[in-house]
């Protein structure tokens, strides 16, 4: 039951939308890197791989796994949070988005891309997603949203 206002703008409802879809691209996103970790496993067998890059690629691959996990639970906290007006929740969402506009970018400048394409693409997708969502949020029609919803719950 929402207190004092009977509905959300358009805009918000969106951004939540969006959100959710983040929360799925990064499933997809997690789906991408287990296959390519398996392909990473295969190729880490060659004879000529050393014991340094085994143990380089093994803790990347753990920062990942972590990293997407956490990241899919951040999309449905912010989608819950905004669509529940909580004014905190913008702060987050801008968070999130500059910290996967940091890996997006660190990914590109490493060369990534040219070794795991697919998991770029998820990247960037995600990151399309965010920009969408954080748009929707700072939009006029949302913006007095948030305040409204702290002003009816005191």
């Not at 506009?101 to 998991?119: D, N, Q």
Request: glycine letters at 8%; hydrophobic letters at 60%; charged letters at 10%.
């Amino acid at each position: 039951m929402r207190v004092g206002l009977s509905r959300s703008p358009r805009a918000v409802l969106y951004a939540v939308r969006l959100m959710y879809a983040g929360a799925m691209a990064e499933v997809a996103a997690l789906v991408i890197f287990a296959l390519t970790a398996a392909r990473a496993d295969f190729l880490l067998n060659h004879p000529l791989v050393t014991a340094a890059q085994l143990q380089q690629v093994n803790a990347h691959m753990v920062g990942d796994w972590v990293g997407l996990s956490i990241a899919i639970g951040f999309w449905l906290w912010m989608a819950w949070a905004n669509g529940r007006g909580h004014d905190w929740a913008r702060l987050v969402c801008i968070s999130c988005f500059a910290l996967n506009t940091i890996t997006l970018l660190a990914g590109l400048g490493t060369g990534i891309a040219r070794y795991a394409p697919a998991a770029t693409i998820a990247c960037a997708v995600t990151w399309a997603i965010g920009f969408a969502a954080l748009a929707l949020i700072f939009c006029k029609p949302s913006w007095g949203y948030d305040t409204r919803r702290a002003a009816a719950a005191q």
